[in-house]
């Protein structure tokens, strides 16, 4: 064990002389980076109240094509489940063509059709080549099954049945399993508590009209987000977010999403199978738009955000305890979580909570040092270059700002925020959030015999 | 490092849809510097990022018995220090610029890649060649990272019943080749490995001879030509141990292995010994065996998704993949879950399966059908030009298994010359029981009273 800490304090030394010191002759005359190119986002509203967000990028000839809604599963609040059950019915059936008739019509223009559900959203995904013939064949199903779908009755027990197989496939899933705990807790009384893919109680009880009332409800054009990026011209693209627009019914745009309340510390033991356990820790965070969020997202990347954070540096090259310890922020609209996994051997879950725990109480008081600060300010300018080159980067970013109200130039806004931000500034937000006494860690694992920490390598 | 990904055969759903060809796609350019490396450049101008991928041939498939796990463990150590770099400062550096690094080991080749504004292209070359040639692989470091590597083989393996099949299933499926062996390797071998035993794996195999450099991004071959010599050409070439490619049984014989696991929904992996594109005698073989996986399985109109998930709701999650691209034989395979909510017996889907199969080699594909998944295919190929990673993997795929890069192109073309007789030609010479091994994943039986 002792062995750990000479070479500890030669990291931090190599830490402090930064990258000057570094043997890469390409480093040591390197001109400064050239500022970050803004992205040629377009966005426009459509007659009927669809917000619509653009970005041409012709190299590739295909496209995306995205249109979220604001019903995810926090939407259903008094049937567990009807937000995917809905979503996942829009393709089983259309007032002109058959579940296999639009599965084949898809298939035949060789586009994808994808949808995904969160506790916020629900999404919709077309990926197309953009050459006339199947990207016209591809958009054409794509706008009759968001327009008249007519959830047929003998394709929803066919679905029912696919939704209680993944329920019980999730439940042998210790990672599902913490996160439901999580957000039962953190949003106790908030309709986020509703378990993500529903219960098969409820998910039993709905019928199709249940399911086309919700559409009515939360599909409507005011309630609908489209994002497009690829080889379109701004014709085109006006085009297709016309005929989506059109297609959709038509409502009033959905209410903001609550506050969660203040939630006291908890610890939850779940029993899990294998030798494994799953350690979730979480905190209640900021939503997407908050000031804090800048000061919360470097933090994040020191803390267990990025390769050379301290979560890997303790769990995994220390001790060997866990191949992927990572944390992250999650945002919503209105509420935002901080969490932190590990996945460990259940002998050492003990052991390892209390090592993650002790990491955590340092990091609340003492912050980041200058050269952690620094770098993870360095590596984000990076991140948000490199995570924006491939279509399917920028329609997720776009999704992102655009059903948050975010400026279109949220890269730029969040720098600018990043390079003001001073260390001293960040350890206030930091000890504003990481609050310890507010933590809710949750491990699911089985029951074992609890042995002291492992150190590879030490004593 | 964090977040490596292994792909062992059949695993990673990429090495289908990355398989080929794509006419579309500008060529790359290429050179070879006089040590024998050999360095692929690919322009996409879309953003000023370049990513940059280091594929060294070797992989588990070279791999001696009991020494299972080399190839990956050495990937792993060789972030933990060099002549230029202390243990966690490469990812220090590159986290830096804003950069992401990451590597994977196969059965056949090693990548380690990195992605970086591609104003610091050099940053990326001179890390890549102290990576080749500069390891360090000191005692103390090894101690510590083994336990990283036997951290992720409980997470990613043991503790998941079908990755522990999958992994018999390729034992039983590769009687007399090195595919066999598991990328991450068997947990006793890997308790055996030494730091000795990592520091000649590395002598003998790391050498710009065995080497390929992929850059794709926005950077010219003219640079990277520059920049390649500045930091690879003083790096030696070197003999090479012999190494044949993996060749199987003509007539391996039916083979099935059996676990049981209370918990999981029962489940069932088959796999047929095939060629690949590097062993076929029929190049046109392999595009009918591509357009088989697809026309079975891609997309929700496909045959097995349509007529066992949903006209007759028998299986979840079916999955059918092909890998044309290695060097040395393949597997055909098919895995599928029973639909758990109307849960018939395992044999009762091995049954349907079977019969899928045969109606295959009785009678041939519509028109209508070998065209859907053509244009599938050859759509997902400019899908997945999407990502950068995800064409300089494809560049690696063929580089790794020492591959002309020419074939990309006639791939293509083979694809477009499939017709619906292929198909049943291939179904009739290859799925046949002397060529299968069946893997199944059951519930324990309740005792009987």
New interface residues.
């Given amino acids: 064990m002792n ?1 750990c800490f000479p ?1 500890l304090a ?2 931090l030394l ?2 402090i002389s930064g ?1 000057s010191a ?6 040591q005359a ?2 400064p ?2 500022p970050l ?1 803004p992205l040629p986002i377009q966005a426009w509203q459509t007659a009927q109240g669809a917000r619509v967000l653009f970005m041409p ?1 012709r ?4 496209f995306d094509l995205q249109v979220t809604f604001a019903a995810g599963s926090g939407r259903n609040t008094s049937a567990f489940g009807l937000a995917g059950l809905t979503l996942s019915m829009l393709d089983e059936g259309t007032r002109s063509h058959a ?2 008739q639009i ?2 019509a ?7 059709f994808d949808k995904t559900l969160d506790r916020e959203r629900a999404t919709l995904t077309l ?1 197309s ?1 953009s050459r006339q013939a ?1 990207r016209e064949a591809a958009v054409a199903q794509f706008v009759e099954l968001l327009g008249e779908p007519t959830f047929p009755p003998d394709r929803l027990a ?1 679905v029912q ?2 939704f ?2 993944r329920l ?2 999730l439940a ?1 899933s210790d990672k599902y399993r913490a996160s439901e705990q999580l957000y039962h807790h953190l949003y106790a009384g908030h309709p986020f508590a509703a378990p993500l893919h529903g219960t098969v109680e409820h998910l039993a009880g709905l019928d199709v009209a249940d399911l086309s009332d919700f559409y009515q409800r939360h599909f409507s054009a005011s309630n609908a987000l489209i994002v497009l990026v690829g080889d379109l011209s701004d014709a085109q693209a006006r085009q297709i977010a016309e005929r989506v627009s059109n297609a959709l019914p038509q409502g009033p745009a959905q209410s903001a999403m609550a506050l969660p309340t203040r939630q006291d510390a908890e610890i939850y033991q779940l029993d899990g ?4 356990a799953h350690l979730l820790f979480g905190l209640p965070a900021v939503a997407a738009d908050d000031p804090d969020l800048p000061a919360l997202t470097v933090a994040n990347l020191i803390l267990g955000g ?3 954070s301290r979560l ?2 303790q769990v ?9 310890p ?1 944390s992250e922020l999650t945002s919503h609209s209105t509420s935002g979580l901080w969490t932190l996994q590990a ?3 259940a002998r050492y879950q003990q052991a390892t909570m209390e090592l993650i725990h002790n990491l955590l109480e340092t990091f609340a008081n003492e912050g980041p040092t200058e050269q952690e600060f620094d ?1 993870a300010r ?9 995570n ?5 980067d920028i329609a997720r970013h776009l999704r992102d700002i655009g059903f948050n109200h975010l400026p279109l130039d949220q890269r730029g806004h969040l720098l600018e925020a990043v390079q003001k931000l001073t260390l001293d500034q960040l350890k206030v937000v930091l000890k504003k959030h990481l609050v310890l006494d507010r933590l809710v860690q949750v491990g699911v694992g089985p029951t074992v015999a609890q042995e002291p920490l ?1 150190s ?2 030490g004593e | 490092m964090r977040r490596h990904r292994l792909f062992s055969l059949g695993l990673a759903s990429l090495l289908l849809a990355l398989g080929t060809a794509q006419a579309q796609a500008p060529l790359p350019s290429t050179f070879i510097l006089d040590n024998g490396l050999q360095v692929v450049v690919q322009h996409d101008p879309r953003a000023p990022v370049v990513t940059a991928q280091l594929v060294v041939r070797v992989g588990s498939s070279h791999e001696p018995p009991g020494q299972s796990g080399l190839s990956h463990a050495l990937e792993h150590l060789l972030f933990r220090g060099s002549e230029k770099t202390e243990p966690g400062e490469f990812s220090r550096i590159v986290e830096r610029l804003g950069g992401r690094d990451n590597a994977y080991t196969t059965p056949d080749y090693t990548v380690y890649h990195l992605t970086l504004p591609s104003e610091r292209l050099e940053v990326a070359l001179e890390l890549g060649a102290d990576l080749l040639s500069g390891a360090r692989l000191a005692d103390e470091e090894f101690v510590r990272e083994i336990e990283a590597v036997l951290a992720e083989r409980r997470e990613s393996i043991d503790d998941f019943p079908t990755e522990r099949l999958h992994e018999l299933w390729l034992a039983q499926a590769f009687p007399a080749s090195g595919y066999r062996t598991p990328v991450i390797g068997w947990p006793q071998d890997i308790e055996r490995l030494s730091p000795n035993a990592l520091r000649n794996w590395y002598r003998s195999w790391y050498a710009p001879n065995n080497a390929s450099l992929v850059v794709v991004g926005d950077v010219q071959g003219e640079q990277v030509k520059k920049l390649a010599e500045r930091h690879f050409g003083r790096l030696p070439a070197r003999q090479l141990p012999t190494s044949m490619p993996p060749l199987e049984l003509q007539n391996p014989g039916a083979r099935t292995v059996h676990i049981e696991d209370l918990h999981s929904t029962p489940y069932l992996l088959m796999g047929f010994n095939v060629p690949s594109r590097a062993t076929a005698q029929a190049p046109q073989d392999v595009a009918a065996l591509r357009l088989t996986a697809a026309l079975l399985a891609s997309g929700r109109s496909a045959r097995l998704p349509l007529r066992l998930e949903r006209e007759q709701p028998l299986l979840q999650q079916i999955d059918v993949r092909y890998a044309a691209i290695a060097r040395g034989d393949a597997l055909f395979s098919l895995s599928a879950h029973i639909n758990a909510s109307q849960p018939a017996p395992l044999a009762t889907l091995e049954h349907a399966l079977r019969a899928q199969l045969q109606q295959l080699k009785d009678t041939p594909p519509t028109v209508a059908e070998v065209e859907r998944a053509r244009n599938r295919l050859l759509a997902d190929e400019v899908f997945a030009r999407d990502a950068l990673e995800g064409q300089a993997g494809d560049l690696a795929e063929y580089l790794g298994s020492a591959l002309p890069l020419a074939w990309r192109a006639d791939a293509e073309t083979e694809l477009h010359a499939v017709t619906a007789q292929q198909v049943q030609h291939v179904a009739q010479t290859y799925f046949t029981r002397e060529r299968l091994t069946t893997a199944y994943l059951t519930t324990p039986e309740p005792p009987h009273e």
């Fill in positions: 062995r070479l030669f990291a190599t830490l990258a570094s043997a890469l002759t390409s480093l390197a001109p980076l050239s190119p990028s190299h590739l000839p295909m579940a296999e599965a084949e898809f298939d035949a223009s060789a586009a994808r990926r080549l199947p066919l049945d696919q209680f197989n019980q496939a042998t199978l294998g030798n494994q990025n390769v050379s890997i540096e995994r090259n220390r001790h060997g305890l866990s191949y992927d990572y996945n460990v051997e770098d360095q590596y984000l300018r990076g991140t948000l270059l490199l924006a080159v491939s279509n399917e492992p590879p390598g």
